[in-house]
Nanobody, 121 residues
């Protein structure tokens, strides 16, 4: 069984910062891409940022220059440093990881439970 556990959400004022963490645990052979998505009320879930196991990153245009994704492969953990936060960043943030549980099978997509990020004065 594989689990992704997120932490670090909360309420901050516009212009503030937050750091999200997501740790994968369980029966893991390897982790390929990891990423963060977000979903605001009434909207679809969109990609915020992703990172390959080699460290290549990709960002949504709306967060470029403000958010930084990183990962610690030894800890099976991905981070999202969010700076200069805006009210429009308010959403539930979900961690995603493409995980291979053994050498004979391909990767499967796993999701965290989500963590609320609210930007408000």
């Amino acid at each position: 069984q594989v689990q992704l556990v997120e932490s670090g959400g909360g309420l901050v004022q516009p212009g503030g910062s937050l750091r999200l963490s997501c740790a994968a645990s369980g029966s893991i052979f390897s982790i390929n891409a990891m990423g963060w998505y977000r979903q605001a009320p009434g909207k679809q879930r969109d990609l915020v940022a992703s990172i390959t196991n080699g460290g290549s990153t990709n960002y949504a245009d709306s967060v470029k220059g403000r958010f930084t994704i990183s990962r610690d492969n030894a800890k099976n953990t991905v981070y999202l440093q969010m700076n200069s936060l805006k009210p429009e960043d308010t959403a539930v943030y979900y961690c995603n990881a493409q995980i291979q549980i053994d050498v004979w099978r391909g990767s499967t997509s796993y999701w965290g439970q989500g963590t609320q990020v609210t930007i408000s004065s």
